[in-house]
Every structure is written in structure tokens, then in C-alpha cells.
């Protein structure tokens, strides 16, 4: 018995040992020394100095570039506005200290597919499908993500000039149903593009629309980029996914990528500011309506002081100039303004006085006024809305019946004791965002909608969209389940325990909010000039620099619309690829406008040989 109790743990031991060994063996085959590049007997690169141009930037594959120096030269031609990335660098230190007031080390981690050994999901995309980017309306809805994602977009043409290129594949996810681009990658050939003796490749911008609904659009996309790969022979694909984005980490994990110690150098530019500078005091706690404006006044050197993180306050301060912000709310809008905004019966008068169209409405003095009969019977849909409030807090939209207004109006005090009863147009809910009175964005806010798979029921699909739109939007937005929502199902035959069939879509909520679950489409090029006109009125008539006009209209390329709200705080993180922070900045400080460039790209891919 005692032989047996002794050889146990000497097996394990051997077991451990040779998994360790394995590990160090793996790790000195992939580390900085030797240098990534050919095995033994094999041929080196057939190309040398390789900067391949993505349209953001330069990707500089180090591995064939003579020394550190080379590469530092190399990063010192990046283009004015531009992220250029230094990708499979073998001695970081040594390259940092060649330029250390010009260049830092990424903090982001090298995962790696093993493409020998990686296999096909059997699961298919449900309600999308992936394919090749094939036009320029592809391109410019992948720069809208791109510019949700807060990321450096693309010009159009560069997108459209590459659709064929050997070493550059772009892919798009398409909703079936709406025929939206919902997500994309990018992936790069490293074989083709210089006879990569590895036979390697690379994932880029992977990045899925905020507003997406479908479940499993990133898995699906990188699974698809890795079959491409895998079919034209490649040994692995590599990712950089920066070190504190757990929910892409654990993605990739999922899908069999390991970690590998690559690095990546990036020069100091603004927009990699965030990723070397001191961070601000009380930065992760701001919302993203703040957010937004404190990142484009780094940009450009403005200086920021987190105030009141919780409340989104922080001062900016540039050329001797300080100005107080609570998110797009600042010290140039006045109290006056800010009050005619805050009760909507005052806001109505205003804009009426300035020749604008609003719906009939009235002031209910109690659940049981009589004046409420006659108000449903004479318009039959009703809107109750609390006459203090904001983000669609108390607001019931659609009200056909009386036991439905009476009970809405008992859940609109609860937000504020005065309550309005407004007839209901129905339409689209359209927000311009006007800023020195003039028109910045315009974007079609949807009420919240889920899609059947013929298996759970209409809880679960609500409460699993919900959680997509909070974690999308930094927590900003979820679908309540309540009377609300209650009603809007009964008035289509359906409840909470529905299940619905396989691709059936339905309206959760009838209220549009981005706060309630809604979702929002930008339609600035595309808004007709009478409804940009109405917004610039009134917001001269409340004389407000920086406001969110809401109207109710049939379609936004109609001049029909009616006046519903204005919103002396509009948040301007939701209406990419529109400059709304730019503009607000440029209204705060005029002079730290920046000075455009003469860069010029050419649309093609560059190789520095």
C-alpha cells in the first residue's frame, strides 16, 4: 500500500512536468527572440518593410522591417488624423526607448487561432447572414458602426477601391429582414500581402451596430473570417483585442483563441491619447452623453476637471477660457431657456407664438375630470406625458380607452403632480439636434421590438434585448416591463407568456425613448428641409444654443410633422456618424477648431518595399 500512495503523486508530477514543459517549449517558440518571421531552411518575406493602408491607418508588419529604427521612421510618416499600429514587434523596450516622447506600447493582448485545429460551427446565423462588403451604401453603414464604436472611420471610396484586393477582405452581417449592415471585419492576408513564410493572417475592426438585436453577430462574423482563412491555407489568425475588454476576450477564449506574447507599438497622437496620458480623475464613471464631449476636448487639448461624475459634470478649460458642463447642458444656455424646456405646456406656448405646429392639448385637474372624455372622444388616441420629466419617464403613448388614460395619468404624477393629455400623431418619432441654430443630426428613434425564434416567449425575448441595449449602451438604455408594455402586447392578441413563431417581429413598447429600449437611425442626409427649418425656428423662439427638437412626422423626407418636445440636454452620443460633439466643442471654443488637413489618401493599398 505504501508503494501504491508513493507512485501516485510521482506519475502527476511527471504529467505537470511535462505539461510545463510543453507550455515553455510553445512560449519560446512565439516569444520576442528569435524574431517572428521564417523557420529554418525556409525563404524569408519576398517583401520588405510592409505598411499595408486600412483607410484609419497604416498596419507595419515588423517582422519585415531591418530594425527598430526603420520602424520608428516608418511610424513618424503617419497620416494627420490616422492610428498606424506597429504589429509583431520583437523587442518593444528596445523600440520604445528609440522614441519614448514619440511612441507606447499598446495595452492590448495577441490571442491566436490555431487554423490546423479549429473547426466550423454547426449553429447558423438566425435572422442574418454574413457575406463580402459589394457597395458603397455597405460602406457607409460600416462607418457608421465604426463611428458608434468610437472608432477612426473610413473614406467611403478606399472601402469600395479594396472590395477586390488579394491580401484585404472585408465582411459585412446584413439583417434579413431590414437589410441593414448590423456588423463587420476586417481581415488581412499576411501571405498574400508579402509572402508571409508562416502563413499567416489577421483580424481587424471587428465591430457590431450598438442598435443590433440579433444575438451572436460577433461570433458569427470572426467564425466566418476564419473559414476564409482556412481555406486558403493559412496556419493561424491573429487578433489584438485591447486588455480590459473582458466581453471580446471571453469571445475569443470561447472560440479557441489562446494567448500569445506579441506586442504592438502606437504612436502619440490625440486619438490614442486615452491609452498613454495620465487618466482623468473620475473618467469610467461619466455616462456616455459626457463622455462624448470630454474625449473630443482632449482631442484637442482642452483642458477637462471631472466635477460630479455621477451627474456627468466636469469644467473644460482652454486659452483662458472656462466653461461648466453637465453633459450637452453648459453655461451658455440660459436659466431662462432651461426653464421653458423643463415644463412642456410653457415649451408648447413658445413655439406656437413662433408659428410652429402643435397638437391639441390640455392640463388634467383630476382621474375623474370630465374634460378627459371629451378630449379621448374627440381625438380617439391620446398621449399622457407628466409636464416635468425627461427621458421618457411617465409617458404612455397610444391611449385608446378610458380605464388606459386614467390609469396612465396616475403613473405620470408619480413623476411630476401636473399631467398633460396631448392628442396622438401617429408617425415617427424624429429628434434634430440643433446647435448654434443650426442642424447637426437628425435620427429616427423606433419604439423596442423583439423577434421570435418559436421557443420562448415574449419575457425572455424582451428581457435578453434588454440586456443587449444596456450593455450597448453603457447602461443607458433597457426595455421596462410594465404596464406599458403590458398594453402594447394586449393591443397586438398578445402577453409576456406569448411564444412567438420563428421570425415574427413585434412593437414590445409604443414610447420611442432611447432610455425605454428604443433604438435610433440616423436620417440627417436625408431630412426634408422644412422640418430642419421648424427646428431652427424654435429653438430661436426658446433661445437655446445647444437643444434636441422632437417632432412626430408621417417620414422624415415629408414636411409634415407636429411639435412634441424640446430637450435642453440632448445627448449627442447617439447619432453617429454625425459630428454632434465636434459642433459642441466648436460652439464652447471657436478657436480650438481644428486646422484641416491637406492629407489626401489615395484609395489604395500601400506597400513600402
Not at 500581402?193 to 470572426?222: K, T
Not at 413662433?354 to 379621448?376: N, Y
Amino acid at each position: 500500500m505504501a508503494k501504491i500512495k508513493t507512485a501516485e503523486p510521482r506519475r502527476n508530477t511527471g504529467k505537470a512536468e511535462l505539461a510545463l514543459g510543453h507550455r515553455l517549449k510553445r512560449l519560446r517558440s512565439e516569444s520576442q527572440k528569435p524574431p517572428i518571421g521564417p523557420h529554418a531552411g525556409e525563404a524569408g518575406p519576398t517583401r520588405q518593410s510592409v505598411a499595408l493602408d486600412c483607410g484609419w491607418g497604416r498596419l507595419l508588419f515588423s517582422q519585415t522591417y531591418p530594425d527598430n529604427p526603420s520602424i520608428v521612421d516608418a511610424l513618424s510618416h503617419e497620416g494627420d488624423k490616422r492610428r498606424d499600429i506597429a504589429f509583431y514587434v520583437r523587442d518593444p523596450h528596445v523600440l520604445l526607448a528609440l522614441a519614448p516622447q514619440e511612441t507606447f506600447l499598446d495595452p492590448s493582448h495577441t490571442y491566436r487561432l490555431d487554423l490546423s485545429t479549429y473547426r466550423a460551427s454547426r449553429r447558423k446565423p438566425k435572422s442574418f447572414f454574413i457575406r463580402r462588403l459589394a457597395s458603397q451604401v455597405d460602406a457607409d453603414a460600416v462607418n457608421t458602426i465604426y463611428a458608434a464604436r468610437n472608432m477612426v472611420t473610413v473614406s467611403p471610396e478606399f472601402f469600395w477601391a479594396n472590395r477586390d484586393s488579394r491580401a484585404i477582405t472585408y465582411f459585412v452581417a446584413e439583417d434579413e429582414t431590414t437589410g441593414d449592415v448590423i456588423g463587420t471585419v476586417t481581415g488581412v492576408d499576411h501571405q498574400r500581402l508579402f509572402g508571409d513564410p508562416e502563413r499567416g493572417s489577421s483580424l481587424w475592426c471587428l465591430a457590431v451596430d450598438p442598435q443590433c438585436r440579433h444575438p451572436g453577430v460577433g461570433e458569427m462574423l470572426v467564425r466566418r473570417l476564419a473559414e476564409h482563412f482556412q481555406a486558403r491555407g493559412a496556419a493561424f489568425m491573429d487578433l489584438s483585442v485591447m486588455h480590459d475588454n473582458d466581453q471580446a476576450i471571453a469571445l475569443y477564449e470561447k472560440l479557441g483563441f489562446r494567448r500569445v506574447p506579441i506586442f504592438a507599438v502606437k504612436r502619440k497622437n490625440p486619438i490614442n491619447e486615452r491609452l498613454f496620458a495620465a487618466p482623468i480623475e473620475g473618467y469610467d464613471e461619466l455616462n456616455p452623453y459626457a463622455r462624448i464631449i470630454v474625449d473630443e476636448a482632449r482631442r484637442r487639448g482642452i483642458q477637462v476637471e471631472v466635477t460630479d461624475a455621477a451627474g456627468g459634470f466636469f469644467s473644460l478649460a482652454y486659452g483662458g477660457r472656462s466653461v461648466h458642463c453637465r453633459e450637452s447642458l453648459s453655461e451658455m444656455t440660459s436659466g431662462v431657456a432651461v426653464s421653458i424646456c423643463d415644463d412642456k405646456a410653457v415649451t408648447r406656448r413658445v413655439v406656437e407664438r413662433a408659428r410652429l405646429k402643435v397638437p391639441d392639448q390640455i392640463a388634467v385637474e383630476s382621474d375623474g375630470d370630465e374634460a378627459i372624455d371629451a378630449f379621448l372622444a374627440r381625438h380617439g388616441s391620446v398621449v399622457v406625458k407628466p409636464a416635468r420629466g425627461e427621458q421618457g419617464r411617465g409617458v404612455s403613448v397610444g391611449l385608446e380607452t378610458l380605464e388606459d388614460t386614467r390609469r396612465a395619468i396616475r403613473s405620470a404624477r408619480e413623476v411630476c403632480d401636473r399631467v398633460l393629455l396631448e392628442a396622438c400623431f401617429q408617425g415617427e418619432d424624429l429628434r434634430l439636434v440643433v446647435i448654434d441654430y443650426k442642424l447637426v443630426a437628425a435620427a429616427v428613434r423606433r419604439p423596442p421590438c423583439v423577434v421570435g425564434d418559436g421557443e420562448h416567449d415574449v419575457r425572455w425575448l424582451v428581457e435578453r434585448q434588454s440586456r443587449r441595449r444596456a450593455a450597448a449602451t453603457g447602461g443607458e438604455s433597457a426595455i421596462p416591463i410594465d404596464a406599458d408594455a403590458e398594453r402594447c402586447l394586449a393591443g397586438q392578441g398578445l402577453s409576456l407568456e406569448t411564444v412567438l413563431e420563428a421570425g415574427r417581429e413585434i412593437v414590445v413598447r409604443k414610447t420611442a425613448n432611447l432610455h425605454t429600449g428604443g433604438s435610433i437611425h440616423d436620417v440627417t442626409g436625408i431630412v426634408h428641409p422644412r422640418l430642419v427649418d421648424a427646428a431652427c425656428t424654435a429653438a430661436r423662439a426658446i433661445k437655446i444654443p445647444v437643444v434636441g427638437i422632437d417632432f412626430m412626422v408621417r417620414r422624415p423626407t415629408e414636411p409634415d410633422y407636429v411639435f412634441i418636445e424640446a430637450n435642453e440636454r440632448p445627448g449627442l452620443a447617439n447619432h453617429e456618424p454625425q459630428p454632434t460633439a465636434q459642433r459642441f466643442v466648436d460652439l464652447l471654443f471657436p478657436h480650438s477648431r481644428p486646422i484641416p488637413a491637406s492629407h489626401s489618401p489615395s484609395g489604395r493599398l500601400e506597400q513600402a518595399t
